[in-house]
């Protein structure tokens, strides 16, 4: 054989502690929600854009916690399942992830409502994720609304360059491939600036490299963003507008 399959699979995200890099812009969350034991009024909000690592830290915490995830639009679906909503609060320590998208479905924020005054009637810890603040989700409920806020936030914001090359440099570590050091800030000037984005562009150049037996470099990503930005109808000009004189 002259060259090898190489399969277009999703990356699957690591949610091991030792993969959360802590920068400044997640460095307040990341403490806010270490100390759960302390959480005003049991509970807390943490926020941030997709990709900025809701979904890791809340796995850390549920770890942590011995806690129960569980995503927002399956809330209708475990009030319609009788007894579900108490034997979850019962646990104690409960993640609702996505909640804020649950605005507007009547069942499903009648059933955050219950699971909220269960889990902090028992003196447990209840977490909840979303891109805004909870006083921002236009719930109609009034006594969920009111809750939601007086809930304590904890904002993750979009990565900063330092946590996108770190988790680049990381990325192609795990994956076994060597890249020229210049290529992780000329990466970092081009790309979507979320981390599921530098997980998602990691494994597109090694898949690519493999199939075509040759090594990441500049030239190959600089083809790849191409090929992403014509296919989003972005064009060219991000790719254009850092030139590098450098081979």
Same mark, same amino acid.
């Given at each position: 054989?002259?060259?090898?399959?190489?399969? $277009?699979?999703?990356?699957?995200?690591?949610?091991?502690?030792?993969d959360?890099?802590?920068?400044?812009?997640?460095a307040?969350?990341?403490?806010?929600?270490?100390?759960?034991?302390?959480?005003?009024?049991?509970?807390?909000?943490?926020?941030?854009?997709?990709?900025?690592?809701?979904?890791?830290?809340?796995?850390?915490? !549920?770890?942590?916690?011995?806690?129960?995830?569980?995503?927002?639009?399956?809330?209708?679906?475990?009030?319609?399942?009788?007894?579900?909503?108490? +034997?979850?609060?019962?646990?104690?320590?409960?993640?609702?992830? +996505?909640?804020? !998208?649950?605005?507007?479905?009547?069942?499903?924020?009648?059933?955050?409502?219950?699971?909220?005054?269960?889990?902090?009637?028992?003196?447990?810890?209840?977490?909840?994720?979303?891109?805004?603040?909870?006083?921002?989700?236009?719930?109609?409920?009034?006594?969920?609304?009111?809750?939601?806020?007086?809930?304590?936030?904890?904002?993750?914001?979009?990565?900063? +360059?330092?946590?996108?090359s770190?988790?680049?440099?990381?990325?192609?570590? +795990?994956?076994?491939?060597?890249?020229?050091?210049?290529?992780?800030?000329?990466?970092?000037?081009?790309?979507?600036?979320?981390?599921? !984005?530098?997980?998602?562009?990691v494994?597109?150049? $090694?898949?690519?490299?493999?199939?075509?037996?040759?090594?990441?470099?500049?030239?190959?990503?600089?083809?790849?963003?191409?090929?992403e930005?014509?296919?989003?109808?972005?064009?060219?000009?991000?790719? $254009?507008?850092?030139? $590098?004189?450098?081979?």
């Open positions: 054989m002259t060259g090898q399959l190489a399969f $277009d699979l999703a990356a699957v995200p690591s949610l091991r502690r030792e959360f890099l802590v920068a400044p812009s997640n307040l969350a990341f403490r806010a929600v270490g100390d759960w034991r302390s959480w005003p009024g049991g509970k807390l909000a943490l926020i941030g854009p997709a990709g900025s690592g809701k979904t890791h830290l809340a796995a850390l915490w !549920a770890s942590e916690a011995e806690a129960r995830i569980l995503a927002g639009a399956d809330l209708a679906g475990l009030a319609a399942a009788g007894t579900a909503l108490a +034997d979850l609060a019962a646990v104690g320590r409960v993640a609702v992830e +996505d909640a804020g !998208a649950i605005a507007g479905d009547h069942g499903a924020e009648r059933a955050l409502l219950h699971l909220h005054n269960l889990v902090l009637a028992g003196g447990g810890r209840l977490l909840l994720t979303g891109d805004q603040p909870p006083a921002r989700w236009e719930v109609q409920l009034p006594d969920l609304a009111s809750r939601l806020a007086a809930t304590p936030t904890a904002a993750l914001e979009r990565p900063d +360059d330092a946590l996108l770190a988790v680049l440099v990381k990325l192609f570590a +795990d994956c076994q491939l060597a890249v020229p050091p210049a290529l992780i800030p000329w990466l970092v000037a081009r790309m979507e600036r979320s981390l599921a !984005a530098a997980r998602r562009l494994a597109r150049l $090694d898949a690519r490299a493999l199939a075509e037996g040759r090594p990441v470099t500049r030239t190959l990503a600089a083809a790849l963003l191409a090929e930005a014509a296919t989003s109808g972005a064009g060219t000009a991000a790719l $254009d507008s850092h030139p $590098d004189p450098t081979p």
